[in-house]
């Protein structure tokens, strides 16, 4: 069954479409879900790991997951449904384009990082901070420009939407500080400002965008009851002062951001009782589910977090394991369930299968219970070990029920275009 017919607007904007989930799961596969089971697999069972060594291989796989795989699907998603949201035209194809072409260049470029006696080395890592800083400001441009125009009265997820792109180029910035060190010289990107780029990036730039877009698509998606404005604005609000907090390193930054996570929880409205008469049918059921682990995960890594900076005592593994919370938990179930309802709407091809779906699920939340849990658990004895590799491992299976099942709806696009 078909999600959506091809229509005139399909046919113009599929290519440009297509190329941003292409590179999104190219990404993924390579430097961002490989990359990351391989760096689970030489931790946790001693196998080899390639050239460049520990610490700039974990600062490459964070930075491809948040530029190139999330990054890249928020943008070409954005570009296409951000419109339908204003009532407004699709912006100019060849400024998508650009765009692309200046992110996807520029994390391309990053790799130079594995390599310290490339003599071209600080050249291609200068070239490849300018190019993304350009490419997120490119995209907040175009962005607000959209958000902007339109006949559609506008409404307060908008604002979760227009900040979130606002927080691209400040993410991107961070990420170029971050490789000052290196284009002088030094064989790793500096801690300090990756920290603060994985942040403004994770929190700022792809959590707000989900999260408007949630606001936007759940009464359609799984008849979520509407929230007032009032919450929306105070959820976002306090998830904003969360992030500020966090990228200055100013203490209570977490408390901010769980009573964020709270409000925008309730707002989505996963947990409340149905606007539906009739009960959901089996789609809706399996997205509604996925709207829930999302967004359970998202107040579970703040709530780590949260709990770290109340703690008098140290809890050993709390970042990490509330980083891949929010990015694996959060941000995944969000894109492998609610993607499997975008991407058949937005080609015109047919939808998911069901049982994938549910398969894509499952691993992703396996995958992040187990890592969240090793994390906080922390390494060094056989069951974490083995743990953290089954992480990697379900983390890239999911990856691939969803990449087969995407390959499947825009193939039937395609012929349907033919």
């Known amino acids: 069954m078909r999600a959506a017919l091809p229509m005139a607007?399909?046919?113009?904007?599929?290519?440009?479409?297509?190329?941003?989930?292409?590179?999104?799961?190219?990404?993924?596969?390579?430097?961002?879900?490989?990359?990351?089971?391989?760096?689970?697999?030489?931790?946790?069972?001693?196998?080899?790991?390639?050239?460049?060594?520990?610490?700039?291989?974990?600062?490459?796989?964070?930075?491809?997951?948040?530029?190139?795989?999330?990054?890249?699907?928020?943008?070409?998603?954005?570009?296409?449904?951000?419109?339908?949201?204003?009532?407004?035209?699709?912006?100019?194809?060849?400024?998508?384009?650009?765009?692309?072409?200046?992110?996807?260049?520029?994390?391309?470029?990053?790799?130079?990082?594995?390599?310290?006696?490339?003599?071209?080395?600080?050249?291609?890592?200068?070239?490849?901070?300018?190019?993304e800083v350009a490419g997120a400001a490119l995209y907040a441009g175009i962005v607000l420009d959209v958000l902007s125009r339109g006949e559609n009265e506008h409404r307060p997820d908008e604002a979760l939407i227009a900040l979130g792109a606002l927080w691209y180029p400040v993410g991107a910035t961070w990420a170029f500080v971050a490789l000052l060190p290196a284009i002088g010289g030094a064989p790793t990107a500096d801690a300090v400002a990756t920290e603060a780029s994985v942040a403004v990036l994770l929190l700022g730039f792809i959590a707000s965008n989900v999260a408007g877009v949630s606001l936007r698509v759940a009464p359609a998606f799984i008849a979520a009851p509407p929230a007032s404005a009032r919450v929306i604005v105070a959820g976002a609000g306090l998830w904003y002062l969360g992030i500020l907090a966090t990228t200055l390193r100013v203490g209570g930054a977490p408390v901010a951001l769980l009573a964020g996570a709270l409000l925008l929880a309730f707002a989505v409205g996963p947990f409340r009782a149905t606007g539906a008469r009739q009960p959901l049918p089996a789609h809706a059921r399996l997205t509604?589910?996925?709207?829930?682990?999302?967004?359970?995960?998202?107040?579970?890594?703040?709530?780590?977090?949260?709990?770290?900076?109340?703690?008098?005592?140290?809890?050993?593994?709390a970042t990490t394991a509330a980083r891949h919370a929010l990015a694996l938990g959060f941000l995944m179930s969000i894109i492998f369930g609610v993607g499997a309802r975008l991407v058949p709407a937005l080609t015109g091809g047919v939808a998911f299968l069901a049982p994938a779906v549910w398969a894509a699920l499952a691993l992703t939340n396996a995958a992040a219970a187990l890592r969240v849990a090793s994390e906080l658990a922390g390494r060094g004895d056989g069951v974490t070990s083995v743990a953290l590799a089954m992480s990697g491992l379900f983390a890239y299976a999911a990856l691939a029920v969803f990449a087969v099942s995407a390959a499947r709806t825009v193939r039937s696009a395609l012929r349907g275009f033919a």
């Open 288 to 317: 509604r589910f996925a709207f829930r682990a999302s967004y359970a995960w998202l107040v579970l890594g703040v709530a780590i977090l949260a709990a770290a900076w109340l703690s008098p005592w140290p809890i050993a593994g």
């Open 9 to 131: 607007d399909q046919r113009r904007e599929l290519p440009l479409t297509l190329l941003f989930l292409a590179a999104s799961v190219l990404v993924a596969a390579t430097a961002g879900f490989a990359l990351g089971a391989w760096l689970l697999l030489s931790s946790s069972l001693g196998l080899p790991l390639p050239s460049g060594g520990w610490a700039p291989l974990v600062q490459l796989h964070g930075h491809a997951q948040l530029v190139g795989f999330a990054g890249l699907l928020v943008m070409g998603i954005g570009y296409r449904v951000f419109p339908r949201f204003r009532g407004a035209a699709a912006p100019a194809a060849r400024l998508v384009l650009l765009s692309f072409a200046l992110v996807a260049i520029g994390l391309a470029l990053r790799s130079a990082l594995l390599w310290p006696d490339l003599g071209a080395r600080p050249l291609l890592l200068l070239l490849s901070g300018t190019l």
